[in-house]
């Protein structure tokens, strides 16, 4: 089993910046490809951006291309969001998954139902 914890969500005025971590324990970190995932209030948990096992690859959904960039620490097992820019849009709940899905082949999948291993979230909200 692969443990995720997530950590560093709050509240947060427009066009301000939080540091979102996930620490990782229990299996090989460095043997998944991660993501984050978000869950806006009322609506479908949606991708947000997966980086492969070793860092060199990263994906992003257009919404939050070039404001947030994801990035993971092997040797630490750990796993981070930097958002910047934020909006009143991105207030969600914030997750960190792992998969082996396509590892192997450095393919990364936004696909949720790909992902194996969750964390409980940690609440990002965006207002003034």
């Known amino acids: 089993q692969l443990q995720l914890v997530e950590s560093g969500g709050g509240l947060v005025q427009p066009g301000g910046s939080l540091r979102l971590s996930c620490a990782a324990s229990?299996?090989?970190?460095?043997?998944?490809?991660m993501g984050w995932f978000r869950q806006p209030p009322g609506k479908e948990r949606e991708f947000v951006a997966a980086?492969?096992?070793?860092?060199?690859?990263?994906y992003y959904a257009d919404s939050v291309k070039g404001r947030f960039t994801i990035s993971r620490d092997n040797g630490r097992n750990m796993l981070y969001l930097q958002t910047n820019n934020l909006k009143p849009e991105d207030t969600a709940v914030y997750y960190c998954?792992?998969?082996?899905?396509?590892?192997?082949?450095?393919?990364?999948?936004?696909?949720?139902?790909?992902?194996?291993?969750w964390g409980q979230g940690t609440q990002v909200t965006v207002s003034s």
């Open positions: 229990g299996r090989t970190f460095d043997s998944y490809a």
């Open positions: 980086i492969s096992w070793s860092g060199e690859k990263t």
């Open positions: 998954a792992a998969t082996d899905y396509g590892v192997a082949h450095g393919i990364l999948t936004r696909n949720r139902h790909e992902y194996g291993y």
